[in-house]
C-alpha cells in the first residue's frame, strides 16, 4: 500500500470533475496568498521523502529555485534557495531524499549542479555533472531529460551531434558510497531522432524518448535495464506509430507500468507484466496545453499515476483504476483553472503545480493569481481497492490474497501477512472513506 504523501499547488477543482475521495490535507505553506498585476508561470515541484523543490513560478526571486521540507509538526517550510549564479531559465530538474541536480543555464545548457542537504541543515552544491563524448551536448538537462532515483542520475541532450543533426544522448551518472559521481554510461540516437528529449528512470529502469523529426515512425521509446554488474543495456523498444499517430514527448516509469506522452498531450500507459513484457497500450485522455515539459505534468509510483492531479490506481491485476481529482478550492469565487498543472516524481511522493488565475475588478482580463504548497496523505488504506468505500469488494481482495505476501493489496497493516487483523481492519472501518 501507497503510504506516501502528495504536495499540490493550489487550484480551482472544476465542479464536472470527481473527487479523489480518501486524500486528507495534513500542511499547507503559509505562501498561500494572492497577487496582482503579473501573472508568472505555474510553480514547477519535486518531492522525495519530506524535501519539496519549487522551481520558478513564485511571487519573487524566480529565477532561484528554492528548497522546502516538511517538519515533523506538519508545516512545510523553506530552508533555502538554490543559487544558479545566472538567471535560471527553464531547465530540468530531480530531486531524490537530500540530493537535488538541476540543469546549468549558460546559453546552451551544458552541465548540471548537484545540491544535497547536510545533516547540520546547510544547503550546498557539492559536484558538477558534464556529458562527454567530445559532441556538442546542446539542451543537456532541459526540462523533462533530468530523472534520479537512488545512486542513478540520467541526464538527455536532444540536440547532441554524436551521429548527425540532432540525433540526440542521455548520458547515466553513479552516485559511489563514498558521495562523488562518475560518468557510468551513454546511449546516443541515430539523426534527427532528438534523442534524450524525455528521460525517466526508476530503480533498475530507465525509459528514454527520441521525439523524432516529423512523423510517428522516425519517434519511439527505448527501455534500459541495468543488470547485476551495475551496466545498463536496451531491453525493449516501441515505435511511436504502434501506440498512436503522433510522435512522442514525455515519459514515466516504474516497476508496474509505463507512461508515454504524445506530442498532442494524450497520455499512453500499459503494465508490466509477469513475464516482464508489456501489456497493451490504452489512452488516458489528453492535457491542456502548457510550455512545461510533459514529464512534469506525471506522477507515477507502482502503486498510483498521477495525471494533472487525476489519480489512477494499479491494482495488482493490472489496468488502471480513475479514481478522481484531487480537490483543492480557492477562497476566490470566479476565475479560471490555469493550463500549468505540473507533476514530478520524488520516491512515494508526488508534486503538482498549478495557478488559479482571476481578475482584480471582476472582468474577463485574469491579472491576478492564486497558489500554495498542500500536502495530502491518503488516509484510507482500509480501503484496499481504493475506490474511496470500504465495502465488500475490500474483504473479496482480502479472503483472495490471504497468507504471507509482501507489499501485496489485502496486507492492510503492512506486516507482510494477510490475516484476521487485515480483516478486522476493514470491518471496523466500514463505509466511505473521509
Known amino acids: ?123 550546498a552544491s557539492t559536484a558538477t555533472l558534464e556529458p562527454w563524448g567530445g559532441a556538442s551536448p546542446q539542451f543537456f538537462g532541459w526540462p523533462g531529460t533530468v530523472s534520479m532515483s537512488g545512486d542513478i542520475a540520467a541526464i538527455g541532450a536532444p540536440y547532441d551531434t554524436p551521429n548527425g543533426y540532432s540525433s540526440g544522448s542521455v548520458w547515466i551518472f553513479e552516485r559511489t558510497s563514498g558521495g ?132 489512477y490506481r494499479l491494482p495488482d491485476e493490472g489496468g488502471f483504476v480513475d479514481s478522481g481529482v484531487l480537490a483543492i478550492t480557492t477562497d476566490v469565487a470566479d476565475g479560471s483553472y490555469s493550463s500549468g498543472t505540473i507533476a514530478s516524481m520524488g520516491q512515494g511522493q508526488i508534486a503538482v503545480g498549478a495557478i488559479f488565475r482571476y481578475s482584480s475588478d471582476g472582468s474577463d482580463y485574469y491579472d491576478c493569481q492564486q497558489h500554495a504548497m498542500i500536502v495530502f496523505e491518503w488516509n484510507c488504506d482500509s480501503d484496499v481497492t481504493s475506490d474511496a468505500v470500504v465495502d465488500a469488494a475490500d474483504i473479496s481482495i482480502i479472503l483472495d490474497r490471504w497468507g504471507s505476501c509482501s507489499d501485496c493489496e489485502g496486507d492492510v497493516n503492512g506486516d507482510g501477512v494477510v490475516d484476521i487483523w487485515d480483516l478486522l481492519d476493514v470491518l471496523s472501518n466500514w463505509g466511505p472513506c473521509g
Open 180 to 311: 562523488n559521481w562518475s560518468g557510468l554510461q551513454r546511449f546516443t540516437g541515430a539523426s534527427s531522432a532528438y534523442f534524450g528529449c524525455s528521460v525517466s528512470v526508476y530503480g533498475d529502469q530507465m525509459v528514454v524518448v527520441a521525439g523524432g523529426n516529423s512523423k510517428a515512425e522516425d519517434s519511439y521509446a527505448s527501455v534500459y535495464r541495468r543488470n547485476q554488474s551495475g551496466q545498463w543495456a536496451l531491453y525493449t523498444s516501441m515505435t511511436a506509430a504502434s501506440i498512436c499517430d503522433d510522435r512522442l514527448d514525455g515519459c514515466a516509469i516504474s516497476d508496474t507500468a509505463l507512461v508515454l506522452v504524445s506530442m498532442a498531450g494524450e497520455h499512453f500507459a500499459a503494465r508490466w507484466q509477469p513475464d516482464g513484457t508489456l501489456g497493451p497500450f490504452e489512452s488516458l485522455g489528453g492535457s491542456e496545453y502548457s510550455s512545461t515539459s510533459p514529464n512534469e505534468k506525471i506522477a507515477l509510483s507502482n502503486e498510483w499515476l498521477s495525471l494533472n492531479r487525476r489519480m
Open 1 to 123: 500500500m501507497l503510504r506516501g504523501r502528495f504536495v499540490v499547488s493550489a487550484v480551482c477543482l472544476l465542479a464536472s470533475e470527481a473527487v479523489a475521495s480518501g486524500w486528507e490535507i495534513v500542511a499547507r505553506t503559509a505562501e498561500d496568498t494572492s497577487t496582482c498585476g503579473s501573472v508568472y508561470e505555474s510553480p514547477r515541484i519535486a518531492a522525495s521523502g519530506d524535501v519539496i523543490i519549487q522551481v520558478g513560478g513564485w511571487f519573487d526571486e524566480l529565477e532561484q529555485p528554492k528548497w522546502h521540507r516538511q517538519l515533523p509538526s506538519g508545516e512545510v517550510e523553506q530552508q533555502g534557495t538554490l543559487l544558479q549564479g545566472d538567471s535560471f531559465n527553464p531547465s530540468g530538474y530531480a530531486v531524490d531524499g537530500d540530493v537535488c541536480i538541476l540543469g546549468k543555464t549558460t546559453g546552451y545548457l551544458e552541465y548540471a549542479l548537484v545540491y544535497e542537504l547536510s545533516e547540520s541543515g546547510d544547503i
